[in-house]
T-cell receptor, first 112, second 113 residues
Framework: GENVEQHPSTLSVQEGDSAVIKCTYS??????FPWYKQELGKGPQLIID?????GEKKDQRIAVTLNKTAKHFSLHITETQPEDSAVYFCAASIAGANNLFFGTGTRLTVIP | EAQVTQNPRYLITVTGKKLTVTCSQN?????MSWYRQDPGLGLRQIYYSMNVEVTDKGDVPEGYKVSRKEKRNFPLILESPSPNQTSLYFC????????????FGPGTRLTVT
């Protein structure tokens, strides 16, 4: 099956700075890459996703980039705010399958 | 309100005592899935269902059973729980398949002693 690696496991940034979380995947057939945010005591919630026919996608302060050749994708959060503090998970799905493989998570702390 | 509900939210049980965690969604979604979340391992898929009476194994199905008799419900059954099944469990649903956002429930924290 697919293997998704995520780095770093923890990340602390000052409010207003940018945060970058990186993931790699192993199966070149993967074509859907969502990012989920999990706040304390809650279930994960989708914040942005990208498909393999697109190299970059933005939604306000959040952006995701995908490099299919290198098999890695990244989440970029600009102008971080304290409410961005959470655990972030990347994931990958193989074309035609219905399994979603998650990374191990990054705990982001935004320091006011 | 569109949501995925799970019950119970917390459960402490003993080895070998059968238990069921219920999951229900009110969004008429076809796809439903169960995950377990463990420190350092992220979320791992246990089982998923594409529609009523259609279920399939995920990454870590051993020791679990599921059923999908109705579209809205997708219970997770542990027939003989063991301590290594102590975990945080999430149910999720999406409209048809993984091309769409999955909506997660609030989680069930299970402890098996």
């Amino acid at each position: 099956g697919e293997n998704v690696e995520q780095h770093p496991s923890t990340l602390s940034v000052q409010e207003g700075d940018s945060a970058v979380i990186k993931c790699t995947y192993s199966d070149s057939a993967s074509n859907y890459f969502p990012w989920y945010k999990q706040e304390l005591g809650k279930g994960p919630q989708l914040i942005i996703d990208i498909r393999s026919n697109v190299g970059e996608k933005k939604d306000q302060r959040i952006a995701v980039t995908l490099n299919k050749t290198a098999k890695h994708f990244s989440l970029h959060i600009t102008e971080t705010q304290p409410e961005d503090s959470a655990v972030y998970f990347c994931a990958a799905s193989i074309a035609g399958a219905n399994n979603l493989f998650f990374g191990t998570g990054t705990r982001l702390t935004v320091i006011p | 309100e569109a949501q995925v509900t799970q019950n119970p939210r917390y459960l402490i049980t003993v080895t070998g005592k059968k238990l069921t965690v219920t999951c229900s969604q009110n969004m008429n979604h076809e796809y439903m899935s169960w995950y377990r979340q463990d420190p350092g391992l992220g979320l791992r898929q246990i089982y998923y269902s594409m529609n009523v009476e259609v279920t399939d194994k995920g990454d870590v199905p051993e020791g679990y059973k599921v059923s999908r008799k109705e579209k809205r419900n997708f219970p997770l059954i542990l027939e003989s729980p063991s301590p290594n099944q102590t975990s945080l469990y999430f149910c999720a649903s999406s409209p048809t398949d993984l091309r769409y956002e999955q909506y997660f429930g609030p989680g069930t924290r299970l402890t098996v002693t």
